[in-house]
């Protein structure tokens, strides 16, 4: 007779003690309301009913001063936190609700020889935005983040969401990025302009807003010195290497930043020639289609590069800082598509493979390069994995969001393709995680035609002394 090796119990946990467990991961949902249940009877009893009404209306009204009196703090302090809260009790993040949806979105799984449902598990609910909930959640047994992948579309439905979003974290764990709503209504002016040199980061240039409400960085020093900004027509591509440009203008006019731009369209770029290198380091095809001027301003992009790396090399050092001698240098090289994949003549070809050499080489020299284009394929710009930093606003194909941020990209919440037309709605997309693959929502500010007449005046204005940056 066969000897039965399980020795497993097929009854499943008491209630009693998932409640325990529950208390345990969650003691300020006990403790809370014991404390104001324990302190409204302290008041009762030693004040009465006239007395205990009187603290707890002082309270309120405390509260409501706090949020009238200094919306700053209680924003960053208290609404969080009350968010998180309603979201988590009033929302679809707990009990019924959320068993609900996994059932609704085959996110359940079933324990066959208990016989018993298992749910994936809500372990922490953030709101550190209205439009937006950070939704931590425990997978199931056996369950890992693709399963909720696959089912991005559905859960999207389910939550009535704008948008939703993965992000792992560590031991199987991940965060559910959940947009209910759009969180950028309104349009976002131009970055200020710092008075000098030394206020300016390189590595911490304002673009615009994420959907957290944050600072929108971008570098152009180091290993993310190289920026991809892909987007249909009207989708504000511009203005991101304008706020870049408008937060180096104080170094540009010290002579620490020198400026190269490419234009094409002989738009919004060609205003700012006056800002180039000795206002010569501007460079458009010509008629007929002819890219030769852009390709001799690339011969001296990279000759400047290649001169540079041997002055490095000489001094027997790695790298140097920014300064007058070792300047930081930015190509603009704005709708690449028209260079490589739409110019008449022979210098597309060599067009594309100096760009590739340029994001290849120029890390160490302070030679940095932002790339705008309308079609992001592979058989457009073939060295776009070269680009450590990219940003995806809105595309026309569901297709070019992995195409621009890499495998993947619109599974894990990069919609670019969703994004309406309109005014409303320029400048809004998707940028890679500074430390994940997860994208962020962002909207990169406005520049108007005055805002660059202002950085043209400001950069050509009188001259101050030269600084180094670190």
């Not at 070792?326 to 597309?348: G, Q, R």
């Not at 909207?443 to 007449?453: K, V, W």
Request: glycine share 8%; hydrophobic share 40%; charged share 25%.
């Amino acid at each position: 007779m066969s000897k039965n090796t399980n020795n497993g119990s097929r009854r499943g946990i008491g209630p009693e003690i998932r409640a325990i467990r529950w208390a345990i991961r969650h003691p300020s949902m006990v403790a809370m309301p014991t404390m104001f249940g324990t302190g409204e009877l302290e008041l009762l009893s030693h004040f009465g009913s006239i007395g205990a009404g009187s603290v707890t209306g002082a309270l309120a009204l405390g509260v409501t001063a706090w949020y009238r009196g200094h919306p700053d703090s209680f924003d960053s302090i208290a609404a969080p936190r009350v968010r998180a809260a309603w979201r988590r009790w009033a929302g679809p993040y707990m009990g019924v609700k959320w068993r609900d949806l996994c059932d609704a979105t085959d996110l359940s799984k079933e324990h066959r020889r208990k016989g018993i449902t298992m749910y994936p598990r809500v372990v922490k609910v953030q709101a550190f935005s209205p439009h937006v909930d950070l939704v931590h959640v425990h997978p199931a047994k056996g369950q890992s983040i693709r399963a909720f992948e696959s089912r991005l579309d559905d859960i999207t439905a389910s939550l009535r969401a704008e948008r939703v979003a993965l992000e792992p974290l560590t031991r199987g764990r991940f965060v559910m990025i959940v947009q209910r709503t759009e969180p950028f209504t309104e349009v976002i002016p131009a970055p200020e302009m710092p008075q000098h040199s030394k206020e300016v980061d390189p590595a911490r240039l304002y673009v615009g807003e994420d959907e957290f409400g944050n600072e929108w960085t971008e570098s152009l020093v180091g290993t993310s010195s190289f920026l991809l900004v892909a987007g249909a027509v009207g989708s504000g591509k511009n203005s991101i290497p304008l706020a870049l440009l408008r937060g180096l203008a104080p170094m540009i006019r010290d002579g620490l930043c020198k400026v190269w731009i490419i234009d094409p369209k002989q738009l919004e770029f060609a205003a700012l020639k006056p800002i180039t290198v000795n206002g010569h380091a501007y460079a458009t095809v010509e008629k007929g289609g002819d890219g030769g001027a852009c390709l001799e301003l690339l011969d001296d992009y990279i000759t400047d590069m290649e001169r540079t790396q041997r002055r490095i090399m000489e001094m027997g050092v790695r790298s140097v800082p920014i300064s007058e001698e070792f300047p930081l240098n930015v190509l603009i090289v704005d709708e690449v598509a028209s260079l490589v994949a739409f110019t008449e003549d022979s210098s597309a070809r060599g067009i594309s493979s100096k760009l590739a050499r340029i994001a290849s080489m120029g890390r160490t020299t302070h030679h940095s390069m932002v790339v705008t284009t309308v079609d992001p394929g592979k058989d457009v710009i073939e060295f776009r994995d070269l680009f450590p930093s990219r940003i995806c606003l809105r595309v026309s194909s569901p297709t070019q969001p992995n195409m621009v941020l890499g495998e993947d990209a619109r599974e894990r919440g990069a919609v670019a393709d969703d994004i309406p037309l309109g005014d409303e709605f320029i400048g809004i997309g998707y940028a890679q995680g500074e430390k994940t693959k997860t994208p962020r929502r962002v909207r990169a500010a406005y520049t108007s035609d005055r805002d660059i007449t202002e950085l043209i005046e400001f950069v050509t204005g009188s001259r101050g002394h030269l600084r180094s940056v670190a």
